[in-house]
Structure formats: C-alpha cells, structure tokens
C-alpha cells in the first residue's frame, strides 16, 4: 500500500512465515526473481485497488458496534481437568502425523491440494526429498519440540477478557457497517460473564537455524531452506496436537479426530494468535507468555513481539462452540481511543502496532 510504490526494486508481503523460504529461494534466482516481481506487481495493484473501496465502507461508532456484538448462549461452560500451566516435549515422530502438507508446497510456490498435487513430478520430488531430510532429523534428534499450555478461570468485562488475579486481555471489535443479521464481533463474545475459562499455548521447534547453518557452511542452500520448511510445518504440527490436547482437558475428552477434520479446523473451539486478524495487535503476546513463563520452553519475544525462534507457534484457546475466526478490519479514531485506556498504554504507541487497522 505504502511501501512498495516508494520502492523501485521487489516489495515482497509474505502473509505466512512458513512461505518465506520459498519466497526467498526465488528472489535469489535471476530468472525466476524476475516472474516474480512482474506477478508481484500486477497482484499489489489489484490489492491497492481493493482496499481503496474497502476505505470506502461506512463505519459504526464503537458504541454501535457493541450494540451489535455477537450474541452466543452461554449455558454450557465446562471446567478444564486443570488450571495453569503444562509444559509439553513431543517427539518428533509424534508431530510428524499431524503436519499438515498443503502449506508445505505453498512455501515453495507450488499450488495445489494435498496429495493430489504429489501427481506433479516437481512436487512429488520436493514430498520425498523433504521426507527423506525430516527421517534424518527424526533419527539424529537434530529438532526438539519444546512448549506450554495451559487455562486460566475468565470473564468477559466489555470487550476485554478478565483472568483470575486481575490480568487482562483488551480486545478489538469490528467496526465497519455489517449487512443486517450480521454481528460486529469481538474474541471477548465468545467469554461468559462468569464462570468461564480462557486457554492459551506457546509452541517451539528448535536447532532449525543451527542446523540451516551447518548446511550453508556446506555450501547446500537447498537443505538450508529446506529444514527451515520443515521445521516451520513441524510448529504448526505442535500447534494442532497442543490444541487437541487442550480439548481433550477441557471439553472433549474422548476427541479422536481425524487428521482431515483437523487440519480443516471441523472442531469446536478456536486457537487464534495475537497479532493476526480476529486480534492484531502483536504486544499482547507480553501478556500471554507471562502467563505462560514461555521462557521456559526457550520461546521468547524480540522488541517487536516476533517470536524466537521462528518455528513457533503461539495463541489464545477458546471453548465456545460458537467461537468463529474473524478479520477485526478497519477502526475507527473512537475505537483506538477507547483500546489505548484499555490498554493503558499512550495512543500514540498503540497506533504503531495498529496501524494497518486505522481508518
């Protein structure tokens, strides 16, 4: 939007971390940096295009949006097997079941549905390639998975999720105008007024960057980007068996989902990260890895809240059924305002980390 038309040479957004090596690896090759910086701009102008109209959408004030919160019935709120927190060391060989493969391709620029893209010969040699690497991983102990999870008793006070000791979690609600029958919503709709729960996990894989090390000194790029793949797939992994355990603990004791099931999220209960859409702004993640003393599973946060190392995963967990991932979008000067109090923070730093959500 801003930065790319300032710019003469290659503005690349990557959405997703587990893309970046595959990005990457093509701007390092002449001929194909070139396909993708001509893709690249038609696609950035299309999307300059689309979020112009999209300043154009009216807008609620916050107090309209709160009157057209979600509205969920709150009568069944199980109590988790524990509160605080849980540390969790996987093998390897464990999470390799629930990676799901489809954003492995996507990482390399390969498009296609899983398995059915294995019948293209470039994918179905990138599949074995990287499976033979991750069997060496497995067998030398090269990665280690390292994380914690855990639940806190929770209330929802307004727009911000109120833990049992006084933490709190401010939350941002959408505020552009909905079509009618459409609710204007918030992660904090989804917490009762009391007698709730909130989970919350961090989840690492570490030697990654180690290991991607040995391989360039080897002068082997290729398996340099390639374990740097893998261990970001392997994260993702953790992320969706950390999850699973969640349930289990908290209101699905007997879960034993398919894989399939899993990786198209056909389950009760979100996992949203801090920073992404339905909660964008990344300095909350200060507040969840105190909660969880991350520290200890050696995951930390650098001075703009990325997470070391960078196959981590981590995020809130909600249990309502009726939980939906959703985009927070654009807010209003009323809105910003309001999160700063909340926050307690001043507005001009709570603008930083907002930006891209400012009317």
């Not at 990457?24 to 090759?29: G, I, N, P, W």
């Not at 806190?152 to 009618?180: N, S, Y």
Request: proline share 6%; aromatic share 8%; with cysteine.
């Amino acid at each position: 939007m801003k930065v790319a038309p300032a710019y003469d040479s290659s503005t690349v957004h990557v959405l997703d971390a587990s893309r970046v090596t595959g990005v990457v690896s093509q701007l390092l090759d002449p001929e194909r940096a070139e396909r993708l910086d001509a893709e690249n701009r038609v696609e950035q102008e299309r999307l300059r295009v689309q979020h112009a109209s999209r300043q154009q959408r009216p807008m609620r004030t916050i107090a309209q949006a709160r009157a057209n919160r979600e509205q969920v019935a709150f009568d069944d709120l199980p109590v988790p097997a524990f509160t605080g927190v849980r540390t969790v060391t996987p093998s390897l060989e464990q999470l390799r079941e629930f990676i799901d493969w489809q954003f492995f391709f996507l990482a390399w620029e390969l498009k296609g549905k899983f398995p059915a893209i294995l019948d293209k010969p470039e994918a179905r040699e990138l599949f074995d390639e990287g499976n033979q690497l991750l069997d060496e991983i497995v067998a030398d102990g090269s990665l280690q998975a390292r994380g914690v999870y855990g639940f806190w008793p929770a209330h929802a006070d307004g727009d911000d999720i109120v833990l049992e000791g006084g933490m709190r979690f401010p939350m941002l609600r959408q505020q552009t105008e909905k079509p009618e029958g459409r609710a204007n919503r918030c992660l904090a709709d989804y917490i009762a007024p009391a007698g709730d729960h909130l989970g919350g996990f961090a989840v690492s894989v570490h030697g990654a960057d180690r290991l991607a090390a040995k391989y360039e000194a080897e002068h082997d790029d290729y398996r340099a980007i390639m374990v740097k793949a893998i261990a970001d797939r392997l994260a993702e992994a953790f992320a969706e068996q950390v999850h699973l355990e969640a349930r289990r603990a908290w209101f699905e004791p007997d879960a034993e989902p398919v894989m399939a099931d899993l990786h198209a999220e056909r389950f009760r209960g979100i996992r949203p990260a801090l920073g992404y859409p339905a909660s964008p702004d990344h300095s909350l993640k200060k507040e969840l890895f105190e909660l969880l003393g991350a520290e200890s599973a050696g995951i930390g946060l650098t001075t703009s809240y990325a997470m070391t190392p960078a196959a981590s995963v981590s995020g809130l967990i909600f249990g309502h059924p009726g939980a939906r991932y959703f985009t927070v979008g654009r807010i209003g000067a009323d809105q910003l305002r309001d999160y700063a109090e909340r926050r307690m923070l001043p507005q001009s730093e709570v603008e930083n980390w907002l930006r891209p959500n400012l009317d």
